[in-house]
């Protein structure tokens, strides 16, 4: 059987190139970075596609992937713990909507996936208050800022803009 290399359009057959750069994970110090592991945590629940249950809508109808994690595939049982992801993938090719749609607005669906996503974390104590807010920015914007608290402390206070043109704008500032 024949290895498979997966390579940039840029590299020739054979070339060597770095795959991936650990870098990014470095102090300039050259330690791990192990700081925003709160941040870090939100951001994966949010931004990792979550399964999406036999009753959801998914944004292709010729497309029957309904993503997921394989990892999350009976998590509870071996490590104890917990599906990751969002249901925000979902939302890909739909349009922003007010309340009077058949699904309701938009920004609610985004908030309940939000919402869902990060319910862990309030399970498992790692927060005990989670506010999020979701509004619409412009015609073809939508943000939402999400704050955690552990106790009286604040835990985390991101805000998001543009994870999807034409739906939700993001990535954490702050």
Known sequence: ????????????PGQP???????LLLTPAGQL?????MATAVVVALMTDALAGPDDELP????????????DV????????????????????????GV???????TVQI???IREALQPFLDRRIASRLDVTVVRAGVERIEARIVMYR??????????????????????TG
Request: charged share 30%; proline share 3%.
């Open 74 to 97: 009976d998590a509870k049982e071996i490590w104890d713990g917990w599906p990751i992801g969002s249901k925000l993938w979902l939302l890909s090719r739909t349009t922003i909507t």
């Open 100 to 106: 009077a749609a058949r699904k309701g607005a938009t």
């Open 111 to 113: 908030e309940d996936y």
């Open 60 to 71: 292709d109808s010729r497309d029957t992937d309904r993503r997921g994690w394989w990892g």
């Open 151 to 172: 106790g009286d402390e604040l835990l985390l206070d991101l805000r998001f803009s543009d994870l999807w043109a034409g739906i939700v704008v993001s990535a954490p």
């Open 1 to 12: 059987m024949t290895d498979v290399r997966i390579a940039p359009k840029s590299v020739a």
């Open 33 to 37: 970075d192990t700081s925003d592991e």
């Open 17 to 23: 190139f770095q795959a991936v750069d650990f870098n």
